[in-house]
């Protein structure tokens, strides 16, 4: 993943992010064209898979499918676990 975001520093002055928008995207950020096209010639030295796995480590670990089945546990708890009916 590349972010272009040639506009950074005035979004910065203007809104600002929650958090430190270098280090909390998943690859790198540029704001040139030269940068992007420097980037993508050279995206096998340079590309960082860690960078990658430890955002969807950070924001994404709880994105398994099971997500509805979690809230139901916690709001009905022993309730949905007495009237759960039997596959057949």
């Known amino acids: 993943m590349i972010f272009f975001a040639y506009d950074i520093d005035e979004y910065n002055d203007w809104r600002g992010f929650y958090y430190d928008y270098d280090e909390l995207t998943p690859g790198p950020v540029y704001q040139t064209n ?3 096209i420097n ?3 050279n995206i096998d030295t340079m590309f960082d898979k860690q960078q990658v ?3 969807k480590n950070k ?3 709880s994105c398994d499918g099971h997500s509805t089945e979690r809230i139901l546990e916690m709001v ?3 309730a949905l676990k007495a009237n759960k009916r039997i596959k057949s």
Request: glycine share 6%.
């Open 39 to 41: 980037y993508i010639k």
């Open 59 to 61: 924001f994404m670990r």
């Open 34 to 36: 030269e940068e992007i």
């Open 76 to 78: 009905f708890g022993e």
């Open 53 to 55: 796995t430890d955002f």
